[in-house]
């Protein structure tokens, strides 16, 4: 028997080991036992049923069937399954090849290669129910069946087929062998808890419901919306470590009556709801559903043992919930109920049904203060009105963007949440159809605001736009087309321009593409760190190497992966590294050190269907912290062999790993480490050749002019590319032409003084010669050592040697010391706040090439 985290849910086998290898040890069986210590219920699966797998969403478990069930060496307990795929688990580009709506409900059999299909029982949830239907069948609409899934597709990773008839038949056998042998035939399950419990759900719901056209349906989905609640608590709880998810919990916990006006907390309801509070969130997730469903909730709670020993009556329970209702009630995704009854009346059910319903829920719902009414929400609109009528005025474009068209307007004020959405036939329709979808789950690029001719024009009360993206109006014209060569020259050479080919880098291309195909192909993951001085063409060519390695993954020439960038410029905190990761890995936002124990959790439990990442992390510097722990775990994570990650690291220090960790520690880590070059003039000339496209726009001896400049300061492709820009415009608006009307040296010339005509290049000029001689010994040190950091000793070793060479007085090491302090005054070094005296160590606050540049004028 295994315990799992926390005594939870204990797995065991069914029956006696059905045969067994004696050479592989290894053990198989018929079927599963999952017991929940708390609720004390057990569920029996069998080989052949449909079960949900616990993914990385807690909402969206995935499914499967259960092929095969055994027990290895290790008395670990594995699963072999055959995996059906949701459409939003299929790639975004082949989902139209389907063209036609899919319900959300409808799963396809997933034959496509790649996915591990051998899982740890423990991740294991419950089983599922899934009908196949007939090519040519419709998905049948169910409100309530979350849970209940249909499949009549295969996708073999290229497109979708209808299944073959040996599927269909099979998968119909298996249904039918379900529900003639249900309950389950395996005498030796406990289930009689668990048919109590089941029937206790079943009252409730035929209870709840006027008109239940089909009861079993409504049981089974309880049921198993019961249970998939436990699916995000289990994750969460295997995920988090204990930590609550910010899902249903922590939306109630919100919700929650204090305790001294209640005897129950949020936590306790929570407790006393057990299964069923996720089992809103899970089975439906809008909030009119929400709603409904906990006043049906909350006027017969379920009979559930408490295990705590505290034995509230059944009375102060029903109090205490029916104030939870309140709560719930008032919460702010509330819908209208209008609206409520108006969505569930959608989903299927006839009119007296929702009639009844809604006279119940007017008889019960306490007084509750519409949203429009509230003071605070008034105030909003009409601050926002003001500023919307503002705009009207002097952008009649935007304006249709957000105000709700004519048609919206006559909308009842029950349903002034529905208005406050621009209102397009889109939204419309979505509104009717789909209606269950998540809120978060909205895009905001679905909902496109409607160019609606506006019938009056006399001003009206816009409402509040709600997920309303701000955006450029569309462009009317053109671009024009670049007038002379000049002009397309000065395009080409932008930094943004994306180039055709990266020339001169073609070696580090070849590295890194080799390093993650390798990683790829063997579902493993490792880290490249990739270090260079800025503008030598690093992230170019790592993004390079992303598009390619996608191009050959769509064409079917490598195993599709997930591809993911983070940029330690682009964020306000390193610990937001965590939260850019996990939001772009699973969607979920969550705080810094949440995110960080999730991400940990993930990357060190196997995941069935895990592709492998990559992960760009650009601009790593920027990311270091007094206790080093995000790039640590950077490096960290993808030893981990479940993780299936590839980092690709960029940064401008090379011994960034040496720094965080102590160099045994980044030995083990194995990374695998590439270094960009500084550019020379030949390369550099090249690039701009490359650039120009055989544009003739520059003398040759200005492209010789500018690459030797640069590659005598720096290396940096962006510097130069910068100048040469310059000196085009430089070019096109001076009154001295030259002769053949292109870009001659002087343009060049001057193009470069002002780049370098800074204060602090002035400032450099006006330094007394031991302040130049120590600048100069500093990137000297730099050079040596290839850090951008030194000791106050080194550089004095430095200046000693140069000032030597110049046949200069050598300073003693007060006067070294003072000189690096006045320099650290005029905030040209940076300079460590200790009395370690030449210990001290000195980084540059400007950059080497405007030293350089300074002094070599010199
Ligand atoms: P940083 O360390 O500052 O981030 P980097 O090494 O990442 O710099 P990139 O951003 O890749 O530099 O390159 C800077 C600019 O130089 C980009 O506009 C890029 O297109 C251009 N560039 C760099 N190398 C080449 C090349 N080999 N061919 C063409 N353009 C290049
Ligand atoms: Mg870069």
Same mark, same amino acid.
């Given at each position: 028997?295994?315990?799992?985290?926390?005594?939870?849910?204990? &797995?065991?086998?069914?029956?006696?080991?059905?045969?067994?290898?004696?050479?592989?040890?290894?053990?198989?069986?018929?079927?599963?036992?999952?017991?929940?210590?708390?609720?004390?219920?057990?569920?029996?699966?069998?080989?052949?049923?449909?079960?949900?797998?616990?993914?990385?969403?807690?909402?969206?478990?995935?499914?499967?069937?259960?092929?095969?069930?055994?027990?290895?060496?290790?008395?670990?307990?594995?699963?072999?399954?055959?995996?059906?795929?949701?459409? %939003?688990?299929?790639?975004?580009?082949?989902?139209?090849?389907?063209?036609?709506?899919?319900?959300?409900?409808?799963?396809?059999? $997933?034959?496509?290669?790649?996915?591990?299909?051998?899982?740890?029982? @423990?991740?294991?949830?419950?089983?599922?129910?899934?009908?196949?239907?007939?090519?040519?069948?419709?998905?049948?609409?169910?409100?309530? +069946?979350?849970?209940?899934?249909?499949?009549?597709?295969?996708?073999?990773?290229?497109?979708?087929?209808?299944?073959?008839?040996?599927?269909?038949?099979?998968?119909?056998?298996?249904?039918?062998?379900?529900?003639?042998?249900?309950?389950?035939?395996?005498?030796?399950?406990? *289930?009689?808890?668990?048919?109590?419990?089941?029937?206790?759900?079943?009252?409730?719901?035929?209870?709840?419901?006027?008109?239940?056209?089909?009861?079993?349906?409504?049981?089974?989905?309880?049921?198993?919306?019961?249970?998939?609640?436990?699916? !995000?608590?289990?994750?969460?709880?295997?995920?988090?470590?204990?930590?609550? %998810?910010? +899902?249903?919990? !922590?939306?109630?916990?919100?919700?929650?009556?204090?305790?001294?006006?209640?005897?129950?907390?949020?936590?306790?309801?929570?407790?006393?709801?057990? $299964?069923?509070?996720?089992?809103?969130?899970?089975?439906?997730?809008?909030?009119?559903?929400?709603?409904?469903?906990? %006043?049906?909730?909350?006027?017969?709670?379920?009979?559930?043992?408490?295990?705590? +020993?505290?034995?509230?009556?059944?009375?102060?329970?029903?109090? $205490?919930?029916?104030?939870?209702?309140?709560?719930?009630?008032?919460?702010?995704?509330? /819908?209208?109920?209008?609206?409520?009854? !108006?969505?569930?009346?959608?989903?299927?059910?006839?009119?007296?049904?929702?009639?009844?319903?809604?006279?119940?829920?007017?008889?019960?719902?306490?007084?509750?203060?519409?949203?429009?009414?509230?003071?605070?929400?008034?105030?909003? *609109?009409?601050?926002?009105?003001?500023?919307?009528?503002?705009?009207?005025?002097?952008?009649?474009?935007?304006?249709?963007?957000?105000?709700?068209?004519?048609?919206?307007?006559?909308?009842?004020?029950?349903?002034?949440?529905?208005?406050?959405?621009?209102?397009?036939?889109?939204?419309?329709?979505?509104?009717?159809?789909?209606?269950?979808?998540?809120?978060?789950?909205?895009?905001?690029?679905?909902?496109?605001?409607?160019?609606?001719?506006?019938?009056?024009?006399?001003?009206?009360?816009?409402?509040?736009?709600?997920?309303?993206?701000?955006?450029?109006?569309?462009?009317?014209?053109?671009? @024009?087309?670049?007038?002379?060569?000049?002009?397309?020259?000065?395009?080409?050479?932008?930094?943004?321009?994306?180039?055709?080919?990266?020339?001169?880098?073609?070696?580090?291309?070849?590295?890194?593409?080799?390093?993650?195909?390798?990683?790829?192909?063997?579902?493993?993951?490792?880290?490249?760190?990739?270090?260079?001085?800025?503008?030598? +063409?690093?992230?170019? *060519?790592?993004?390079?190497?992303?598009?390619?390695?996608?191009?050959?993954?769509?064409?079917?020439?490598?195993?599709?992966?997930?591809?993911? @960038?983070?940029?330690?410029?682009?964020?306000?905190?390193?610990?937001?590294?965590?939260?850019?990761?996990?939001?772009?890995?699973?969607?979920?936002?969550?705080?810094?050190?949440?995110?960080?124990?999730?991400?940990?959790?993930?990357?060190?439990?196997?995941?069935?269907?895990?592709?492998?990442?990559?992960?760009?992390? $650009?601009?790593?510097?920027?990311?270091?912290?007094?206790?080093?722990?995000?790039?640590?775990?950077?490096?960290?994570?993808?030893?981990?062999?479940?993780?299936?990650?590839?980092?690709?690291?960029?940064?401008?220090?090379?011994?960034?790993?040496?720094?965080?960790?102590?160099?045994?520690?980044?030995?083990?880590?194995?990374?695998? /480490?590439?270094?960009?070059?500084?550019?020379? &003039?030949?390369?550099?000339?090249?690039?701009?050749?490359?650039?120009?496209?055989?544009?003739?726009?520059?003398?040759?001896?200005?492209?010789?002019?500018?690459?030797?400049?640069?590659?005598?300061?720096?290396?940096?492709?962006?510097?130069?590319?910068?100048?040469?820009?310059?000196?085009?415009?430089?070019?096109?608006?001076?009154?001295?032409?030259?002769?053949?009307?292109?870009?001659?040296?002087?343009?060049?010339?001057?193009?470069?003084?002002?780049?370098?005509?800074?204060?602090?290049?002035?400032?450099?000029?006006?330094?007394?010669?031991?302040?130049?001689?120590?600048?100069?010994?500093?990137?000297?040190?730099?050079?040596?050592?290839?850090?951008?950091?030194?000791?106050?000793?080194?550089? &004095?070793?430095?200046?000693?040697?140069?000032?030597?060479?110049?046949?200069?007085?050598?300073? %003693?090491?007060?006067?070294?010391?003072?000189?690096?302090?006045?320099?650290?005054?005029?905030?040209?070094?940076?300079?460590?706040?200790?009395?370690?005296?030449?210990?001290? /160590?000195?980084?540059?606050?400007?950059?080497?090439?405007?030293?350089? &540049?300074?002094?070599?004028?010199?």
């Amino acid at each position: 028997m295994n315990t799992r985290q926390q005594c939870k849910r204990i &797995y065991s086998w069914v029956g006696r080991a059905k045969s067994s290898d004696q050479q592989l040890k290894t053990f198989q069986y018929r079927g599963i036992s999952i017991k929940s210590e708390r609720s004390l219920t057990e569920m029996c699966i069998q080989l052949g049923e449909f079960v949900l797998v616990e993914g990385e969403n807690a909402d969206q478990p995935f499914v499967a069937k259960l092929l095969k069930l055994y027990e290895d060496g290790s008395q670990e307990k594995h699963a072999v399954v055959q995996w059906f795929s949701r459409i %939003t688990e299929l790639p975004l580009n082949k989902r139209k090849l389907l063209q036609r709506e899919v319900s959300p409900q409808e799963i396809f059999l $997933d034959k496509a290669p790649g996915y591990d299909t051998d899982i740890n029982v @423990e991740t294991i949830i419950k089983n599922v129910k899934v009908i196949p239907l007939a090519p040519k069948e419709a998905v049948p609409v169910r409100s309530n +069946g979350k849970q209940i899934f249909f499949v009549k597709e295969s996708w073999d990773g290229k497109c979708f087929k209808p299944l073959s008839p040996g599927s269909l038949s099979e998968l119909k056998e298996a249904e039918k062998n379900k529900r003639v042998g249900s309950p389950s035939p395996l005498t030796d399950c406990q *289930t009689s808890d668990f048919t109590c419990s089941l029937k206790a759900e079943t009252d409730r719901v035929t209870r709840s419901t006027v008109k239940t056209k089909n009861v079993q349906m409504e049981i089974e989905s309880r049921h198993s919306a019961s249970k998939s609640s436990l699916s !995000k608590e289990r994750h969460s709880q295997r995920v988090a470590n204990g930590i609550n %998810t910010p +899902g249903a919990r !922590k939306k109630l916990q919100l919700n929650s009556p204090t305790k001294s006006r209640n005897k129950l907390t949020g936590c306790d309801v929570l407790e006393l709801l057990g $299964d069923d509070c996720d089992a809103l969130e899970s089975l439906e997730p809008s909030a009119t559903k929400r709603k409904v469903t906990f %006043t049906e909730i909350l006027d017969s709670p379920p009979k559930i043992s408490r295990t705590n +020993g505290e034995s509230d009556s059944p009375l102060t329970i029903r109090g $205490d919930w029916s104030k939870l209702a309140e709560t719930v009630r008032i919460a702010p995704y509330r /819908r209208s109920q209008a609206s409520s009854l !108006k969505a569930k009346n959608l989903d299927g059910k006839d009119d007296d049904t929702c009639l009844a319903e809604e006279q119940e829920l007017k008889t019960r719902s306490p007084v509750v203060i519409p949203r429009s009414h509230r003071k605070c929400v008034q105030k909003t *609109t009409a601050r926002i009105a003001e500023q919307l009528h503002f705009l009207n005025i002097s952008e009649q474009d935007r304006e249709d963007d957000y105000l709700p068209s004519t048609d919206c307007s006559d909308s009842s004020s029950n349903e002034e949440e529905e208005s406050m959405v621009p209102c397009t036939p889109k939204r419309k329709m979505r509104s009717s159809t789909t209606l269950s979808t998540p809120k978060s789950l909205r895009k905001p690029s679905d909902i496109t605001p409607a160019k609606t001719p506006r019938k009056t024009p006399e001003p009206r009360t816009p409402k509040t736009p709600r997920n309303a993206t701000p955006r450029i109006p569309i462009r009317n014209q053109a671009t @024009e087309k670049p007038a002379n060569v000049l002009e397309e020259a000065r395009l080409r050479l932008h930094v943004s321009t994306i180039p055709g080919s990266l020339p001169c880098r073609e070696e580090e291309f070849q590295d890194i593409y080799n390093f993650v195909e390798s990683k790829l192909i063997d579902g493993t993951g490792g880290c490249m760190y990739i270090s260079g001085v800025p503008g030598t +063409g690093k992230t170019a *060519t790592v993004h390079e190497v992303i598009r390619c390695l996608q191009q050959t993954a769509e064409n079917d020439g490598l195993p599709s992966f997930q591809f993911i @960038e983070i940029n330690g410029m682009k964020l306000t905190d390193p610990h937001q590294a965590y939260v850019q990761i996990l939001q772009l890995l699973t969607g979920q936002k969550v705080t810094a050190t949440h995110a960080a124990e999730l991400l940990a959790k993930l990357f060190s439990t196997p995941g069935p269907k895990r592709k492998t990442t990559v992960l760009i992390v $650009d601009e790593l510097d920027l990311l270091w912290t007094r206790k080093q722990d995000v790039m640590y775990n950077l490096f960290d994570w993808p030893t981990q062999k479940q993780a299936k990650l590839i980092i690709l690291a960029i940064a401008n220090t090379m011994d960034l790993p040496e720094r965080i960790m102590m160099n045994r520690v980044a030995s083990r880590l194995g990374l695998t /480490r590439m270094s960009f070059q500084p550019y020379t &003039y030949k390369q550099l000339q090249q690039i701009i050749s490359s650039r120009l496209n055989h544009i003739k726009a520059f003398e040759e001896d200005a492209i010789q002019l500018v690459s030797r400049k640069v590659a005598a300061l720096s290396g940096d492709a962006r510097r130069c590319l910068d100048i040469c820009r310059r000196s085009t415009e430089i070019c096109e608006f001076s009154s001295q032409k030259s002769a053949s009307g292109l870009v001659s040296m002087a343009h060049v010339m001057k193009a470069i003084d002002e780049m370098f005509s800074s204060p602090y290049i002035n400032s450099i000029r006006n330094a007394s010669l031991h302040e130049q001689m120590f600048l100069k010994a500093i990137i000297a040190e730099f050079r040596r050592s290839g850090l951008e950091e030194a000791t106050v000793q080194q550089i &004095y070793h430095q200046h000693v040697a140069l000032c030597r060479i110049e046949g200069l007085q050598i300073p %003693t090491v007060s006067e070294i010391m003072a000189i690096c302090s006045r320099l650290g005054a005029c905030r040209f070094l940076l300079v460590e706040s200790n009395n370690k005296y030449l210990h001290v /160590r000195v980084r540059l606050n400007i950059s080497q090439d405007d030293v350089m &540049y300074a002094l070599k004028q010199e």
